[in-house]
């Protein structure tokens, strides 16, 4: 009755229909649109607790990059080891996109409470740098728990003492990065990872 | 004459199709750039104190708890609205700011989750919207709220400590 044409178009506008009408996440330029935004913000995993970022930053991980998004004077009066400073007021600047989009490497925006950092993810993840997260808390916390906390209890178990044991070599390795002029870092890390090298039976 | 409503049968989906396909409200209406800007003025997120200014100047102005719907039963700040914020869809964002022209201030359990709302709404076009400074405790809040005229803003941005160099280092 309908011409192959016929039959053939009429099933192509049924299935561009099809697909126009699927929700999607992102924009022709990659960044998110709002129904992309809206899952984003209600996905797990966005957030690192201070924790989490004491191990990485033992650990010297290459997969994550902290990221200090307050302003460069509190950036220099302290930050924790690794960090580069990007202020939120910068962070949509093309010039760090190498840094923020980088698939291989995720970066951990942190401020001193939770506001900066999730200005920053925000805007960051809207523009379609995907795989940023955040420091829970900030640098509050991390005062509060890598820095000043002690154990209290009567017997440690395994788990809080590998914690303990991350905390501790956070806290020396934060304070003296934060206590040497910059001079210095380059040997120092040079030593700690030769040292570190040695102590894993390495062969440098 | 079959040909002409064949291509009628064709043409008006497709028409269809174009109009479903265009931006329509999916798309955001001010950019990453736009928002930073309107960040840097921090004029969005008000406290306790300018809230009250507010509401006994714009008697329309509005509190929208965006916590889900058993937090805001159990206790929420008087004469809120409740703006689930958990699965949210476009649509219902649209619904809920539809025609309102007095302002509406967002709060959540902490202030950072409402911003990122207000930014999110801020984006796609929504006006008029504020943050209000909940504090550390939004519950302390909501039961000393006639109490409460707190000038706090931003908090937790504050250092709650100082940094205590080591000056005796060794490598």
Redesign the interface.
């Known amino acids: 009755m309908f011409s192959i044409r016929f039959q053939v178009s009429a099933i192509l506008v049924l299935l561009a229909g099809f697909l126009i009408l699927l929700p999607e996440s992102r924009q022709s330029s990659g960044e998110l649109n709002v129904h992309g935004m809206l899952e984003a913000m209600n996905e797990s995993g966005q957030s690192l607790s201070v924790d989490q970022v004491a191990r990485m930053v033992v650990n010297e991980d290459t997969t994550m990059l902290l990221v200090d998004v307050r302003d460069p004077d509190a950036y220099r009066a302290v930050h924790i080891p690794g960090a580069i400073n990007i202020p939120v007021s910068d962070i949509l600047n093309p010039d760090w996109s190498g840094y923020l989009n980088d698939p291989e490497v995720r970066p951990v925006f942190y401020s001193n409470g939770n506001t900066l950092s999730s200005e920053a993810w925000m805007l960051c993840t809207q523009k379609g740098y995907a795989g940023s997260m955040i420091m829970q808390d900030g640098m509050n916390e991390w005062y509060r728990e890598v820095m000043e906390s002690t154990f209290t209890g009567d017997r440690i178990n395994a788990a809080e003492n590998a914690r303990f044991e991350v905390r501790y070599r956070a806290r020396d390795f934060f304070t003296r990065m934060n206590s040497m002029p910059d001079s210095l870092k380059t040997t120092f890390l040079e030593v700690k990872r030769k040292k570190e090298a040695e102590l894993v039976g390495g062969c440098e | 004459m079959m040909k002409k409503y ?1 291509f009628l ?2 043409i008006i ?2 028409i ?2 174009i109009i ?2 265009l ?1 329509g ?4 209406r001010f950019s ?2 736009n ?2 800007e309107q ?2 003025r921090k004029t969005h997120i008000i406290s306790v104190h300018k809230f009250k200014q507010m509401k006994a100047g714009e008697s329309g102005i509005h509190l929208v708890d965006l916590r889900d719907g058993n937090d805001f039963a159990q206790g929420h700040l008087p004469g809120a609205l409740n703006l689930p914020a ?5 649509g219902d ?1 649209h619904r809920f700011f539809e025609g309102t022209e007095t302002a509406r201030v967002l709060y959540a359990g ?4 409402s ?2 709302y207000w ?2 709404f801020t ?2 076009g929504i006006g008029n919207l504020y943050v209000l400074e909940t504090g550390p405790e939004l519950d302390s809040l909501i039961m000393q709220w006639d109490n409460d005229s707190s000038r706090r803003i ?8 100082t ?5 005796a ?1 060794t ?1």
């Open positions: 064949l049968i064709l989906p497709l269809i199709l479903l396909a931006p409200n999916k798309s955001f990453g750039e928002i930073l960040i840097g958990e699965n949210l869809s476009t964002i902490e202030t950072y989750i911003e990122r930014i999110l984006q796609m931003l908090v937790d941005e504050d250092p709650a400590f940094f205590q160099p080591d000056t280092f490598f």
